[in-house]
């Protein structure tokens, strides 16, 4: 039996065929012109990887290079998609081979950080994956929907998404700061494809485009998929809008990677609002030195800490010396032996998200150190959760 793992076999145009076919056989997925057409695209831009058995794909795993506007600070990062394996070969080590290498690769072309949309976070935990995002849905029932008042200017029209998916972007990306994709072209062009039954409405202010609504409406139920105002009239354009629905829907649904968001922006009575909030997409840090030395520190000046950083990338797994001097970070392997502070490379991971500070993570056990340093860490990361906003 011949097994070609990754380093020595990578996907090419001409291994297409067979990739489309185990995707499609491995997600059990009957195939419609859009799915076939995302998968295209996808494929297009990806680094793909895969082993065979005896000539026959088994196992794939994909890379999609994008980058990430963190908090005002760009990283190169890539979307770890669509692994799968045929049935049969399921209990293997090939995703195993795959994903390590992958990693190894990902390091060599300065992928900073790797996103992830798990179908099991525990599964994904083995290869230093944390999950640092979270998705709100709040439902209301349209009779409690709150009156606003009329906007003072400005205007609200209404398209197929598609048809103004490439103006709203320009006002995505503007706003799109807080650790989401920073959609290219084509992964725009990816979700028209995928979404093509979705609404928008854009405000309007002397013919400028002040805000959008993406939306759908399916089952008397109005689902805000992304909201974005630049101006009280724009906002108030857009309630008007949406109560006015309540002649053709019963519940309105709100999902947000802003989990900060409060019920009162729609309801005068929160007990009228039901609010959940789910687990969503991970993140691998793929090179640590990078990340902090560019991250978007919170303070300008800090002395020496010595940070031990457990991790399976032999180049994070290091006692690190951090420090800040007017606002530039140093972060270097220590010359010491002892640190100031013990962690693992997922709770540090969701501490530098603005997930879970680490000393909340110290009073469970998953910190160890001098608990005035794990403090001073915290003060130098974002004091806000990450955002994935794109995911319509």
């Known amino acids: 039996m011949e097994v070609l793992t990754m380093d020595k076999y990578r996907l090419t145009e001409s291994d297409f065929e067979a990739y489309t076919e185990l995707f499609y ?32 794909l088994m196992t794939s795993v994909m890379c999609l290079p994008l980058m990430t506007n963190f908090f005002g600070r ?43 949309d798990p179908f099991s976070y525990d599964y994904y935990r083995r290869f230093g994956y ?9 439902t209301i029932p349209f009779n409690k929907f709150a009156k606003r008042p009329q906007a003072t200017t400005g205007y609200i029209k209404r398209y197929k998404f598609f048809e103004v998916a490439d103006e ?65 009239d724009s906002f108030l354009n857009m309630m008007h809008f949406i109560r006015k629905h309540s002649s053709i829907c019963k519940t309105l649904v709100i999902r947000s990677a802003d989990t900060n968001l409060k019920p009162d922006v729609f309801v005068t009575d929160p007990l009228a609002t039901k609010v959940e909030i789910d687990p969503f997409m991970m993140v691998r840090i793929i090179d640590l030195s990078e990340f902090m030395t560019n991250y978007p520190t919170q303070m300008d000046n800090v002395g020496t800490i ?49 997930y879970q500070r680490l000393e909340e993570s110290f009073m469970i056990g998953e910190v160890l150190g001098d608990l005035d340093k794990i403090r001073t860490i915290d003060q130098i990361f974002i004091n806000e959760p990450a955002q994935l906003n794109g995911e319509f």
């Open 168 to 232: 709203i972007h320009g006002i995505f990306d503007k706003y799109n700061t807080h650790g989401g994709i920073v959609e290219e072209p084509w992964l725009w062009d990816i979700l028209k494809l995928r979404y093509p039954n979705y609404l928008a409405a854009l405000t309007f202010d002397d013919n400028k485009v002040t805000g959008y609504l993406i939306y759908s409406i399916e089952n008397k139920i109005f689902t805000i998929h992304d909201i974005i105002y630049q101006t009280t």
């Open 130 to 138: 944390e999950q640092v995002f979270e998705l709100l849905k709040m």
């Open 25 to 56: 056989y491995s997600f059990n997925i009957d195939p419609n012109e859009a799915d076939k057409k995302t998968v295209r695209a996808m494929y297009e831009h990806a680094d793909v990887y895969g082993s065979k058995v005896n000539g026959q």
């Open 306 to 354: 010595r940070i031990n950083v457990t991790d399976d990338l032999a180049w994070n797994n290091h006692l690190w010396d951090l420090s800040i001097y007017n606002g530039k970070v140093k972060f270097v392997e220590s010359a010491a032996t002892i640190g100031d502070v013990s962690v693992d490379i997922q709770t540090l991971t969701k501490a530098m998200f603005g």
């Open 74 to 116: 760009k990283f190169k990062i890539t979307s770890f998609a669509n692994v799968m394996s045929a049935p049969e070969y399921s209990n293997s080590k090939g995703i195993n081979i795959l994903t390590n290498q992958a990693m190894i690769d990902m390091h060599q072309n300065n992928v900073v950080l790797s996103y992830l």
